[in-house]
């Protein structure tokens, strides 16, 4: 069992930054694949970056491609999201995920790939 809490979620206007925290608790969180996803109202949950648990192998999606970055620290059971030129349809819920997996440079882009989920963090760009 992980537990997942994200926190760093928050109102910016458009071009500023914010960095995400996904703090884990519980099973051996470096054996886990990470992912951070986000939901916007009436549509459907997404990507925007996924982490090998050796933290050497990265994805993102075209949307967030080159402005926003994921990282993780595995001494200290923590995942993050660096998010800069943020935009108003960033605007959403992030939530941070984990997937077991048994390969170092192994990350996925699917939700049903992964175990666990945090309860998610608001996230709202002004225009």
């Known amino acids: 069992q992980v537990q997942l809490v994200e926190s760093g979620g928050g109102l910016v206007q458009a071009g500023g930054s914010l960095r995400l925290s996904c703090a884990a608790s519980g099973r051996t969180f470096s054996m886990y694949a990470m992912g951070w996803f986000r939901q916007a109202p009436g549509k459907e949950r997404e990507i925007v970056a996924a982490i090998s648990w050796s933290g050497r192998n990265t994805y993102y999606p075209d949307s967030v491609k080159g402005r926003f970055t994921i990282s993780r620290n595995n001494a200290e059971n923590t995942v993050y999201l660096q998010m800069n030129s943020l935009k108003p349809e960033d605007t959403a819920v992030y939530y941070c995920?984990?997937?077991?997996?048994?390969?170092?440079?192994?990350?996925?882009?699917?939700?049903?790939?992964?175990?666990?989920w945090g309860q998610g963090t608001q996230v709202t760009v002004s225009s």
């Open positions: 995920a984990a997937g077991s997996t048994s390969f170092s440079g192994s990350y996925y882009y699917t939700e049903t790939e992964y175990n666990y």
